[in-house]
């Protein structure tokens, strides 16, 4: 996941059987699933009123205290501090992101940390124990109150790995990305199931799982047509995402729509640019 809504449906689709044996419930024409989570966070925009009234309440801001003051009630801020897939070092060092934490450990503003997004732990193996030791210091500065949060996976329905269990590496959330919906093709929803059930056999529990929703295309990026691969779900499709997940990880502590804002190389078109899909979440939220 690099960094940087109503139309009905046409038939009413029933998803595979769950992982528990139950079938999953079937999605109703013109239904939207109801959120199961009270925080809702987008990435690519800090807060603003477009996000704000779609629902979203949890916001991509930078460690500025000022910016996180600024949030009217009821809205938090996730920190971003990492780094993204390609990067094998911190832009901070350890004192500087430790006083980053400690302006910021007793504002009730701050839901959490964003220490990275998809590290690659083969390529970066020193990355992990700076990923651990920033968890740590998040949850002995803050008691707990604030969370470490790293995305983990990939859009092709890859696991987080073993070794960013909380077991193991101290971090409390951990979001996954699968991405099911490919230019030219069905969405293959198949893939939140196999991130999903892969990434619970690593050891990472259900209540640590985040959800990364699909609002993104390629089709407008920047990058070579033929390396483009995924495209904006429709109305009806982002339904059948929303039920896929709600089945998996029925009450996760938040759950991410990935992306508000247009990243010109990664994620164009975005939510920002679908009234449509606006509307889906929107909905879903107000349930």
């Known amino acids: 996941m690099p960094r940087i809504l109503v139309t009905a449906l046409a038939a009413v689709l029933v998803l595979a059987a769950a992982p528990t044996g139950g079938a999953r419930p ?3 024409a013109d239904a939207v699933p109801e959120a199961t989570t009270s925080l809702h966070y987008t990435n690519n925009i800090g807060f ?3 996000p704000r009234d779609v629902g979203f309440n949890l916001w991509d801001l930078g460690p500025y205290p000022e910016e996180v ?5 009821g809205h938090r801020a996730l920190i971003w501090v990492g780094g993204d897939y390609s990067q094998c070092t911190s832009e901070y060092t350890d004192a500087e992101f430790n006083a980053l934490v400690d302006s910021l450990a007793d504002n009730p503003k701050v839901f959490g940390w964003y220490l990275w997004d998809e590290p690659d732990l083969a390529r970066c193996p020193t990355l992990l124990s700076l990923i651990s030791k920033r968890a740590a210091y998040i949850r002995t500065r803050t ?3 604030q969370k470490s949060f790293v995305v983990s996976g990939g859009g092709d329905g890859e696991a987080a790995p073993a070794a960013l269990a909380p077991a193991r590496s101290g ?3 951990i979001g996954l990305d699968p991405y099911p919906c490919r230019i030219g093709e069905a969405c293959e929803y198949g893939l939140i199931d196999q991130a999903v ?3 619970l056999a690593n050891g990472i529990p ?3 799982i985040v959800p990364v929703y699909q609002v993104f295309g390629q089709t407008c990026a920047s990058v070579p047509t033929t390396n483009r691969k995924w495209r904006l779900p429709t109305a009806a499709e982002m339904d059948q995402i929303f039920a896929r997940w709600d089945a998996l990880v029925p009450n996760p502590v938040f759950d991410i729509a990935y992306s508000w804002g247009v990243q010109p190389e990664w994620a164009c078109p975005s939510l920002a640019g679908s009234t449509t899909l606006q509307s889906r979440f929107a909905q879903r939220f107000a349930s």
Request: charged fraction near 15%; charge should be negative.
């Open 26 to 28: 079937a999605v109703a």
């Open 48 to 50: 603003d009123p477009a």
């Open 69 to 73: 003051n600024a949030l009217p009630a």
């Open 143 to 145: 008691g707990g109150a």
């Open 171 to 173: 971090v409390d959330l």
């Open 197 to 199: 059930q892969q990434t």
């Open 206 to 208: 259900r209540s640590a």
